[in-house]
């Protein structure tokens, strides 16, 4: 078809061992066995745990069967299985829209009757900018929305949050609105694909030959994962031979058998996931051809004629994942599109520089087009809890009056209010560059969490009416800013030092006239040197603010359950090593039992001395007005950071690794990591009452803290 867009699916046949764990368990388990004649239950071991990688090996299991994957096509939107069968389909006369929330990337489709989430795009292998332009090519309307797929499917939140003129038209959207800033992002770069694509032949290439970009090679090399993955296999064959030439009478023998078979499968299967981890790009760019050549991938290059690109879109991407083959988040890749608009390839770059290659392909003269900016992440906040009322009264505001909290209608009248002495304390903070509050109740329960600009009430006006009728308000941000411009502006009337120039005569405030009869000592023409009394200067000791660690704040730890955690895991550890200690030397200081009788309570006991005295002096984090600081229970500084580095506070879920506790900048830098995980609930509690933004930094509009300052 001419405009159809085919969803990233892995690649099948690649040899891989069939049902490795079942068949290691097997193996372990045949170990325990007392077999005879030896030779059989060696070669019983061997082959069954080599079982998996034969069965890998056949025709059979080898053949390339293509994995489902999904596709937008004139028919519509349709997710195809092996062999062409059509799985799941939403027709094209159906469908009356889709939609894309940024919140958490679900793509859902608008119809008739309702809204239905289809599923994530990057799980759906379909890139954004290739499914919105796709889409637009179809006559089907793609809009960006600023939440989660959760809000967009629920009636009750639709009804409270809904606008009135916000839903015109057939495919309404709901309460949630238009993401305008990713929208038009995603325009202007369709712009710039329909520029490349009808303009052909303007962009003549700068430079001519080839030119070769290469990923760093992986530590440690394919070589040695593979002499490594082979050797422990060995080993552990080599050992088995010679437990069974010793003899397999006693159980501390066979038990040793099936630890080494478990060690020599799980290594070579840990070896061929490292393999499969230990990706190579190789791009060979010229004015002619792109070949892009992936190891480990298919068995060619990827080769891209020249003539048949418009232009190549970088940015963050997707990519199969080397074991299961579903598509994941990629920090680079590149997307080549056709003079149709239509996506021609999919050319792997992640771990590439994306400089080096931006201005590589445009030097051989192709179209390249980035992002103008990527998209703004934001901080899991939402309206909560917002009474009903709010949007039954047409432009109503909050107020603060009588002595309480109240919404006001159109002609300020208040149609409800929450007397002071039901309110707690009232929070106010920076959530993404916008002033948001926080009602509190007498008990502390929360009441209400939205932005003021929702409830149309400036951060000053609220702060300064709630305090003139003597409400409790909590402005961290506001009394930060005080503090630091206070000790500013007076630092210069510290005292400046014996090394500092004297300050002029004719500057002295309250000096006489030269001779006057008020005039001093030293300001008389006839007053002799020796005989002026020393009068001492006016010094003003001041003392710097206090850092991070040393600010009044909170220290936040551990939870329980990780530490916990923690415990069991050094007691298996050691336990682990005690019995493998005892298989090994056991024969040799009166057999297993005897062995395992005093290393196993010694394992324990070491595991919880161990773990004991590094939990006596574990990292703490400080939250405080003045930063961040890592502190251990002996208060040492591990590393601390200035509230005017932070540019947020929250878990990183990065793709390429584990969910991790960060302290991004401004810029959206990662500046540290915390490495043990404290309860968020109460790291998100502090970071809202000592003014430390929660959450990624928005790189896009950027926002000094606090705002209306």
């Given amino acids: 078809m001419e405009h159809e867009l085919v969803g990233l699916a892995g690649p099948g046949g690649r040899w891989r061992p069939v049902a490795a764990v079942p068949f290691t368990v097997a193996a372990a388990a045949l170990a325990l066995l007392p077999i005879r004649p030896v030779w059989l239950w060696a070669a019983l071991i061997v082959v069954v745990g080599a079982v998996p990688w034969l069965l890998g090996a056949l025709p059979e299991a080898r053949r390339r069967r293509p994995r489902p994957y999904w596709r937008l096509s004139a028919d519509g939107l349709e997710r195809i299985g092996p062999g062409g069968l059509t799985l799941t389909r939403y027709e094209r006369d159906r469908i009356d829209a889709l939609a894309v929330t940024t919140g958490d990337g679900v793509l859902t489709v608008f119809h008739r009757f309702g809204r239905t989430a289809v599923g994530p795009t990057v799980s759906l292998g379909l890139e954004t900018i290739a499914l919105f332009v796709t889409a637009r090519r179809l006559g089907i309307p793609l809009h960006l929305l600023d939440g989660e797929a959760g809000d967009l499917l629920d009636p009750a939140v639709e009804e409270a949050l809904r606008v009135p003129g916000l839903d015109d038209g057939p495919a309404s959207v709901g309460a949630l609105p238009r993401d305008h800033a990713a929208e038009k992002r995603l325009l202007d770069q369709e712009a710039a694909l329909l520029a490349a694509a009808h303009e052909p032949g303007e962009h003549l290439p700068r430079h001519a030959g080839e030119v070769r970009l290469d990923t760093p090679a992986p530590l440690p090399s394919r070589r040695r994962i593979t002499a490594l993955g082979a050797l422990t296999g060995v080993l552990g064959a080599v050992m088995i031979a010679r437990i069974a030439v010793e003899g397999t009478a006693a159980f501390g023998a066979r038990l040793a058998a099936a630890c080494w078979a478990v060690a020599a499968i799980g290594g070579v299967l840990a070896a061929r996931r490292r393999l499969a981890w230990a990706a190579q790009v190789r791009w060979t760019i010229s004015a002619e051809r792109l070949l892009v050549r992936a190891r480990p991938g298919g068995r060619g290059p990827l080769e891209v004629p020249a003539a048949e690109i418009a232009a ?37 770059a992640d771990g590439l520089d994306g400089f080096q290659l931006a201005h590589a392909l445009d030097d051989r003269g192709y179209r390249v087009i980035t992002p103008g900016a990527r998209p703004p992440r934001r901080p899991h906040y939402g309206l909560d809890r917002v009474p009903d009322v709010f949007p039954w009264v047409p432009g109503g505001r909050l107020v603060v009056a009588d002595g309480g909290l109240g919404w006001a209608d159109a002609a300020g009248d208040v149609v409800m209010q929450v007397p002071g002495e039901h309110l707690g304390v ?45 409400l409790p308000v909590n402005d961290a941000e506001y009394d930060a800013y005080l503090s630091a411009a206070f000790h500013s502006a007076v630092s210069t009337l510290a005292d400046p030092g014996p090394d500092a120039e004297p300050a002029p005569a004719s500057l002295a405030p309250g000096a006489a006239r030269e001779g ?16 002026v009394p020393a009068v001492p200067a006016l010094a003003l000791g001041l003392d710097a603010p206090p850092g991070p660690a040393a600010a009044p704040g909170t220290t936040l730890d551990a939870t329980r359950r990780s530490r916990v955690g923690t415990y069991a895991m050094s007691v298996a550890l050691c336990e682990a090593v005690a019995l493998l200690g005892a298989v090994w030397i056991g024969p040799e200081l009166g057999g297993f039992s005897l062995v395992a009788s005093w290393a196993v309570p010694a394992g324990v006991l070491v595991g919880l001395v161990g773990n004991w005295l590094y939990d006596r002096n574990r990292s703490q984090l400080r939250v405080s007005a003045a930063g961040l600081a890592a ?29 991790r506790l960060v302290a991004w900048g401004p810029s959206g830098r990662v500046l540290r990591q915390v490495a043990f995980p404290p309860d968020l609930t109460e790291l998100r509690r502090a970071c809202e009452r000592y003014g430390v933004p929660w959450g990624p930094p928005d790189a896009d509009r950027p926002a000094p803290p606090p705002p209306e300052l």
Avoid: C, K, N, Y
């Avoid at 003021?452 to 000053?460: D, N, P």
């Avoid at 009869?517 to 005989?531: N, Q, V």
């Fill in 312 to 348: 190549i879109v970088l940015g963050p991407g997707l990519r199969a994942d080397p074991l299961s083959g579903e598509p994941q988040r990629a920090e680079l890749a590149a997307l080549a599109f056709g003079h149709r608009l239509e996506l021609l390839a999919r050319l792997p």
């Fill in 426 to 470: 009232i929070e106010l903070l920076t959530i993404a560059g916008h002033a948001w509050v926080r009602l509190h109740d007498a008990d502390g329960d929360e009441l209400l969490a939205a932005p003021l600009s929702a409830l149309r009430i400036s951060r000053t006006d609220l702060r300064e009416s709630a305090r003139r009728e003597g």
């Fill in 516 to 531: 006057g009869p008020d005039a001093r000592p030293s300001e008389r023409a006839d007053a002799d040197p020796a005989d």
């Fill in 631 to 659: 502190v251990t229970r002996r208060g040492r500084v591990e590393w601390e950071l200035a509230r005017d580095r932070i540019g947020g506070v929250g878990v990183d879920e990065s793709s390429a690794r584990m969910p």
